[in-house]
T-cell receptor, first 115, second 111 residues
Framework: DTEVTQTPKHLVMGMTNKKSLKCEQH?????MYWYKQKAKKPPELMFV???????INESVPSRFSPECPNSSLLNLHLHALQPEDSALYLC??????????????FGQGTRLTVV | GENVEQHPSTLSVQEGDSAVIKCTYS??????FPWYKQELGKGPQLIID?????GEKKDQRIAVTLNKTAKHFSLHITETQPEDSAVYFC??????????FGKGTRLHILP
């Protein structure tokens, strides 16, 4: 099983809402990632968790709050977002590390629209 | 920091012909080079990768070549089919072991 599962697939939220994106993998990977992807652009790294600890925060605004409840799950809590935060949010996982030197597997993404 | 340049940004090839996408990287310490395929509405899918101790790797119709001296690597797709139409991203790690993506190539397979 090389699958990374993200829910929901689509999300529309108002600027005052609080919502969460969820990601799950059962490959035994110890590194998990959140990426943001705007249209016609490559994915941009947001956060990296390694062994359930936050190891990289790419200066992401605090309105995005990651959480790693256990080695299989990764959440991204959203609060007070702006319309420019609308994008495809991708979760990925790899055996370990920061994602640069090992195979990374991506989920299908959550298409987020902030209104 | 690491910079990954990818060309072309758009590529159209006749079905059955070959497609080649090229990338260059700046950090000579980079040692892992994956290629991702992203179809519309989906996440990137790893299709092939190569490590710096080999010069070429092939998987059916897909091959990747690496020239460490010149710091460039290429994706070759032979006998292209309609389902090969997608956006392709090359990538390389920087010194912090974070993956840096190229800007992507939109490949169109023409009937």
């Amino acid at each position: 099983d090389t699958e990374v599962t993200q829910t929901p697939k689509h999300l529309v939220m108002g600027m005052t809402n609080k919502k969460s994106l969820k990601c799950e993998q059962h490959m035994g990977h110890r590194a998990m990632y959140w990426y943001k992807q705007k249209a016609k652009k490559p994915p941009e790294l947001m956060f990296v968790y390694s062994y359930e600890k936050l190891s990289i925060n790419e200066s992401v605004p605090s309105r995005f709050s990651p959480e790693c409840p256990n080695s299989s799950l990764l959440n991204l809590h959203l609060h007070a977002l702006q319309p420019e935060d609308s994008a495809l949010y991708l979760c990925a996982s790899s055996q370990e590390g920061r994602g640069g030197n090992t195979e990374a597997f991506f989920g299908q993404g959550t298409r987020l629209t902030v209104v | 920091g690491e910079n990954v340049e990818q060309h072309p940004s758009t590529l159209s090839v006749q079905e059955g012909d070959s497609a080649v996408i090229k990338c260059t990287y700046s950090d000579s310490a980079s040692n892992y080079f994956p290629w991702y395929k992203q179809e519309l509405g989906k996440g990137p899918q790893l299709i092939i990768d190569i490590r710096s101790n080999v010069g070429e790797k092939k998987d059916q119709r897909i091959a990747v070549t690496l020239n460490k001296t010149a710091k460039h690597f290429s994706l070759h797709i032979t006998e292209t089919q309609p389902e090969d139409s997608a956006v392709y991203f090359c990538a390389a790690p920087n010194r912090d072991d974070k993956i840096i993506f190229g800007k992507g190539t939109r490949l169109h397979i023409l009937p």
